[in-house]
């Protein structure tokens, strides 16, 4: 009964001992199914944020322009020294060919553009532009082969003709391949100034040309070509002639819609031939406030070849404007064209008088006033070939 006693304590300890083993046993089970259950959403939740990053990244991807492939790149060419050219100075002063296809508007954009450096970077002979502006042909062409003869380099031609002109009279060939694209011109009409402003720009695309002289079909010079290129190059003056003519011919001729760019008492008028230098040139090609005004209200009985330039000129460059023209014109007629000449009018003592007209030329007393007359006649040619070698000495 003792012996029994004595077992029944270590009965209960062993019973309370394999219970707590049980739990311990159970409750490691438990920490583990939680363990690997947090594992598991974790992983889960991991791959699902892996598949939403790539799939937006492939969608963002999708949305970008696609960019075509690179070309492959160009082998460079060797070019042998020999046949190796380059642009330089020499080709860019070369003058444009006078054919060529610009309007208008693109050809007096180009001939308004100057350099801002007034040294030139080269030795420049300065040219005189000599600007036809005819209804055909050139009729007295031979008195101008035998003037420019010899002078080469030290002048530019250019011909503005009418376009219906197809060039069936003989061209002499100091004029062959000179006419410019042109258009209709009509006497006293805007489109004269246009025609004008056409061979000015022709003519300023030759960064050589210094002097422009306008001239016609029946002038002639009155002197050789050293006298006047030496003459022009060396003025210090242009040639516009500009005055106020308060007669119904003159003042009457202006109109009050021309305001407020033009003022009656700004109106000029004078004769169309013309001789400036080449920043005058510049400005009247350049010009975008007058010039506007005479195409819009200067017509008909308004004569805008004998008003506009006087005018222009008068109101923004008369400090270098000598009020004179440089050609010769007899308007003791009267009426509304100058007296022409014949054959038979052509004298030695004619032209001589011609030459020896007194004016200012730089501030001097001078016998040389005009350089070019006009208006001489086809029949007139022969004459003035005979003794062009005694008087003009030529």
């Known amino acids: 009964m003792k012996g029994s006693n004595n077992q029944y304590p270590l009965n209960s300890v062993s019973k309370l001992f394999n219970a707590q083993l049980h739990f311990v046993q159970f409750l490691t089970y438990v920490l583990i199914l939680v363990f690997g259950v947090t594992l598991g959403v974790i992983i889960s939740f991991y791959v699902k944020q892996c598949t939403f990053s790539l799939q ?25 020294n ?3 050219s380059r642009e330089g100075l020499k080709e860019f002063l070369k ?32 040219k005189v532009a000599f600007m036809f502006l005819t209804r055909g042909p050139v009729f007295l062409a031979p008195l101008w082969e ?16 009418n376009p219906s002109y197809n060039g069936s009279y003989p061209e002499s060939p100091v004029f062959h391949g000179r006419r410019i694209p042109s258009k209709e011109v009509a006497w006293g009409n805007v489109n004269m100034i246009e025609a004008e402003r056409r061979l000015l720009a022709n003519a300023l695309l030759d960064i050589s040309n210094q002097r422009f002289v306008l001239i016609s079909e029946s002038c002639i010079p009155l002197f050789n070509f050293s006298t006047i290129y030496s003459y022009l190059i060396n003025s210090t003056q242009n040639y516009v002639m500009a005055y106020d003519d308060p007669s119904g011919v003159g003042r009457g001729r202006y109109s009050i819609q021309m305001l407020p760019q033009i003022s009656l008492r700004q109106w000029r008028k004078g004769f169309q031939w013309f001789e400036m230098d080449r920043e005058l040139a ?26 506009y330039l006087p005018t222009f000129v008068s109101i923004k460059f008369w400090e270098g404007n000598s009020n004179r023209s440089l050609t010769w014109v007899d308007w003791s007629k009267g009426g509304p064209h100058p007296a ?13 008088g011609l030459r020896s007209k007194k004016c200012k030329y730089n501030e001097n007393s001078t016998n040389a006033c005009f350089l070019f007359a006009r208006k001489f006649l086809p029949s007139a040619l022969s004459k003035l070939m005979e003794i062009a070698p005694q008087v003009m000495h030529f």
Not at 56 to 80: D, G, N, Y
Not at 146 to 161: D, L, P, Q, R, T
């Open 146 to 161: 035998k003037f420019f003869k010899g002078n080469e380099g030290y002048y530019s031609i250019y011909v503005h003709s």
């Open 56 to 80: 937006f990244t492939q969608l963002s991807l999708s949305t970008l322009p696609r960019t075509p492939p690179l070309p492959p790149p160009i082998a460079k060419v060797e070019i042998p």
């Open 95 to 126: 003058p444009p060919r006078v054919m060529h296809d610009m309007d208008d508007e693109e050809l007096l954009w180009r001939a308004s553009m100057t350099a801002k450096i007034s040294d030139y970077p080269f030795n420049r002979v300065p």
């Open 340 to 352: 022409h000449f014949l054959r038979s009018q052509v004298t030695v003592e004619f032209l001589e």
């Open 282 to 307: 510049l400005e009247v090609v350049s010009d975008r406030t007058y010039f506007p005004v005479f195409q819009q209200y200067c017509k008909g009985s308004c004569y805008a070849d004998e008003h």
């Open 82 to 84: 020999s046949n190796h």
